[in-house]
């Protein structure tokens, strides 16, 4: 579910109603947006360890404008990623 609604953007109501096509198992908008909550919760840490990598990594190298489109990266993301 969370992987319908956050990766592919695809809104609460259209998420529930793929699961149910899928699995023949009826969900509601909020458990979706509860197992989104859920799962943001449970890669919290690991997303902290990536932050605090990539400002290690800008510290310390500086991420040039070349390695940034060749990591899919731009400057606008990096500074939203290390908040």
């Known amino acids: 579910m969370v992987y319908f609604n956050m990766y592919h953007f695809i809104a609460l109501a ?8 899928l699995y023949q198992q009826q969900v ?4 979706v947006a509860a197992a989104v909550v859920e799962v943001a919760g449970q890669v919290e840490a690991v997303v902290g360890q990536v932050k605090t990598f990539l400002a290690e990594t800008n510290a310390q ?10 990591t899919g990266l ?10």
């Not at 259209?14 to 096509?21: F, G, H, P, Q, Y």
């Not at 509601?28 to 458990?31: A, F, L, R």
């Not at 190298?61 to 060749?70: D, E, I, T, W, Y």
Request: hydrophobic letters at 35%; one cysteine or more; charged letters at 20%.
């Open 14 to 21: 259209r998420t529930a109603e793929i699961v149910s096509e």
């Open 74 to 83: 731009s400057h606008r993301a990096l500074r939203t990623a290390l908040g």
């Open 28 to 31: 509601s908008e909020g458990t």
């Open 61 to 70: 190298h500086g991420l040039c404008n070349a390695h940034l489109v060749r």
